[in-house]
């Protein structure tokens, strides 16, 4: 990822829906682009870049033949063990200065099991 020559623009779009829970999304018409609710915009930057970046690994899954870091269909159940989650999560832990629930839950396991 860190030698990817991918770029991605960000362009903000309103949801027709206000209660939309959309974050974000990619289009496939538009594999570099990024398309960012404003309507979702009322939260830390951390998550905002969260979003970003997990947007950004989706980005260079669809432009790179050789990696693939997707996480399937749009079923939620076990996504958050996927790069997108896992590199957006450490994206906000560094903005915000302290770990999102998901990699705090992770570092605690990884303790127990000692």
Known sequence: MERS?????????RS???W????????????NTVFLNERRLNRSL??????LIHECVHALDSTAADLRFGHGNNDP???????PYWIGDLAEEMVDGQPSA???????MSTEWG
Not at 23 to 30: G, S, V
């Open 102 to 108: 998901h990699v705090q839950l992770m570092a605690d």
């Open 46 to 51: 951390g998550s905002i870049c969260a979003t």
């Open 20 to 31: 939309s829970k959309a974050l974000a999304f990619e289009d496939d018409r538009f594999p």
């Open 5 to 13: 020559e991918c770029s991605v623009n960000v362009v903000l779009y």
């Open 77 to 83: 159940n076990g996504k958050e063990n996927t790069a």
């Open 16 to 18: 027709k829906w206000p």
